[in-house]
RNA sequence: GUGGGCAUAGCUCAGUCUGGUUAGAGCGCCGGCUUGUGGUGCCGGAGGACGCGGGUUCAAGUCCCGUUGCCCACCCCA
């Protein structure tokens, strides 16, 4: 005994079967929809350098899990009083995207001229875990690179609403703003660049502290009041009841007038316009909800925003944007892009509250019971059998049970039928096959152990 | 990085405020009733130096200080 823990590290989880059961679940319902979409499968590395991710997130940096160099080269930094960031050279992927535009840059040529790719897998944040935040857990992410049509962005939010939709959801919004939108309005109200990343921190509060809240944290964070002033009732005309229908066009009409005369607002106004449009056609279009006070953190987005909100939960369960700029920061080359990611670890979790999982668990159809020794081979010869006709077949990891463990344990984990091959079987030639639920045993022949068993649980099943 | 709450059996928790004989419950686990047959029932059993360290006291699961871990909130985010 020793006093070693054993629970996981923080932020990180251990799951178990059928926790698992119903993460693949879920995972495979999201991979299913986007490859319904033509989206083709990426995978990258769980590490990168860590120059690759440095300089991508904004403030959020702070947040990427850095890995130490190793070796003499870990030494030579030491001996020359280091910075956190020269004692590592590596880190742990934070999202999907920033590996995304790396691998563009340096494989774009292998890509058809638009190319659209999903990935599902897990990221690291050293954030302090928290109700829905983990320092583990995995993005679900589609984008598109390559075309600056607002079909692209009407593409990926669609995607994701049809998964949610698949996974049972209905109620969830799907929030829209445009950074140049955003962009438009700070400059109307003379907010110089460098605040401007500090407002949008604010606006972005809105549904937390509400308006007043807003007026009070720009106020804190050093912007004058005239700005403020010229700010907010821009962003108000754009509040409208955010229960559907939404009339986004309308809310969009009454801010445009003003914002127009900026040339990011302008660009911003033809974009949502258009982007509206096309998705009255998607299973997006009934989600789509335009929030002026959207603004979102990460500091790449460089066109529309979106976030993907239910009312039973608070946070996001989804997030995307344009990023037009983020592949030339590793070439020089120009490429749009735009991408969503859906938060499959605050869906799981959601689902479990609301208990919207409705999942065959049971690890296998059957249970080859063994009698004994002496009959174990013949155990295993049907558990064969059963394999072969397509059956999950488990068998009884002993030799020296009784029936009733042996039932038990078959209980326990739900397998519904159990195989039995003792003397009497033997004898007669046969295999019976007993239903655990109602407790009638019938016969199969031994040498067609397999195929009479798996129709005799098909029929069963109907 | 900041604030708050919690830590007792494998699990979920009572007991702590108002210190005092062998620390409880439910569930789970093991055995028996049931030597070719489970689930339900009845009977029995195992399992805890009360997170860790120190202090106060005749006496600490209970009060005080520290510490670690987890949870929740803030910041920020999926």
């Known amino acids: 005994m020793?006093?070693?823990?054993?629970?996981?590290?923080?932020?990180?989880?251990?799951?178990?079967?059928?926790?698992?059961?119903?993460?693949?679940?879920?995972?495979?319902?999201?991979?299913?929809?986007?490859?319904?979409?033509?989206?083709?499968?990426?995978?990258?590395?769980?590490?990168?350098?860590?120059?690759?991710?440095?300089?991508?997130?904004?403030?959020?940096?702070?947040?990427?899990?850095?890995?130490?160099?190793?070796g003499q080269k870990l030494q030579r930094a030491l001996d020359e009083d280091p910075s956190e960031d020269e004692l590592a050279d590596l880190a742990l992927r934070y999202d999907l995207t920033v590996p995304l535009a790396r691998i563009f840059a340096e494989h774009g040529n292998d890509f058809p001229r638009v190319f659209k790719r999903y990935q599902i897998g897990p990221v690291w944040r050293a954030d302090r875990?928290?109700?829905?935040?983990?320092?583990?857990?995995?993005?679900c992410?589609?984008?598109?690179?390559?075309?600056?049509?607002?079909?692209?962005?009407?593409?990926?939010?669609?995607?994701?609403?049809?998964?949610?939709?698949?996974?049972?959801?209905?109620?969830?919004?799907?929030?829209?703003?445009?950074?140049?939108?955003?962009?438009?309005?700070?400059?109307?109200?003379?907010?110089?660049?460098?605040?401007?990343s500090d407002a949008l921190v604010a606006i972005d509060k809105l549904d937390k502290i509400g308006l007043k809240g807003v007026v009070d944290e720009l106020d804190e964070r050093g912007l004058s009041d005239d700005a403020v002033d010229t700010l907010m009732p821009m962003l108000d005309q754009g509040a409208e009841a955010d229960s559907p229908p939404f009339d986004n066009q309308r809310t969009l009409q009454a801010i445009?007038?003003?914002?127009?005369?900026?040339?990011?607002?302008?660009?911003a106004v033809s974009d949502l316009e258009s982007l509206f449009r096309v998705c009255e056609g998607s299973s997006a279009g009934r989600h789509l909800y335009f929030d002026p006070y959207l603004a979102r953190g990460l500091s790449y987005y460089t066109g529309a925003i979106f976030e993907i909100r239910s009312d039973d939960f608070p946070g996001s369960l989804a997030a995307g944007g344009r990023y037009d700029d983020l592949v030339?920061?590793?070439t020089n080359q120009d490429v749009p892009a735009c991408g969503f990611s859906l938060g499959v670890e605050r869906i799981i979790d959601l689902m479990e509250e609301r208990d919207m999982f409705d999942i065959d668990e049971t690890p296998a159809d059957v249970m080859v019971a063994v009698w004994d020794e002496?009959?174990?081979?013949?155990?295993?010869?049907?558990?064969?059998?059963?394999?072969?006709a397509g059956l999950r077949a488990d068998l009884y990891p002993d030799d020296d049970s009784g029936f009733g463990k042996q039932f038990g344990y078959a209980d326990e984990r739900d397998i519904p039928f159990v195989a039995i091959f003792a003397p009497d079987e033997k004898e007669a030639g046969c295999v019976a096959i007993r239903d655990m639920d109602s407790g009638e045993q019938t016969e199969v022949s031994r040498e067609h152990a397999g195929e009479e068993t798996a129709r005799l649980i098909l029929k069963a099943r109907d």
């Open 2 to 70: 020793t006093d070693e823990p054993t629970t996981p590290a923080s932020g990180m989880r251990d799951f178990l079967p059928e926790q698992v059961a119903r993460r693949n679940h879920v995972f495979d319902i999201i991979r299913d929809v986007y490859e319904g979409y033509g989206f083709e499968p990426l995978e990258t590395p769980s590490m990168e350098r860590l120059s690759t991710l440095l300089g991508k997130y904004g403030e959020d940096e702070k947040l990427i899990f850095r890995i130490m160099k190793r």
């Open 129 to 139: 875990p928290q109700k829905g935040r983990y320092r583990e857990f995995y993005q």
């Open 141 to 196: 992410d589609v984008d598109i690179l390559g075309s600056e049509s607002t079909l692209v962005e009407a593409e990926v939010i669609s995607a994701a609403a049809d998964a949610l939709e698949r996974l049972g959801f209905d109620d969830f919004r799907i929030h829209t703003n445009h950074r140049k939108l955003l962009d438009g309005m700070m400059e109307i109200a003379g907010i110089e660049q460098e605040m401007r």
């Open 256 to 267: 445009a007038d003003q914002i127009e005369q900026t040339e990011s607002g302008a660009h």
């Open 328 to 330: 030339g920061m590793f």
């Open 374 to 388: 002496d009959f174990a081979a013949d155990s295993m010869a049907i558990a064969r059998q059963m394999r072969e």
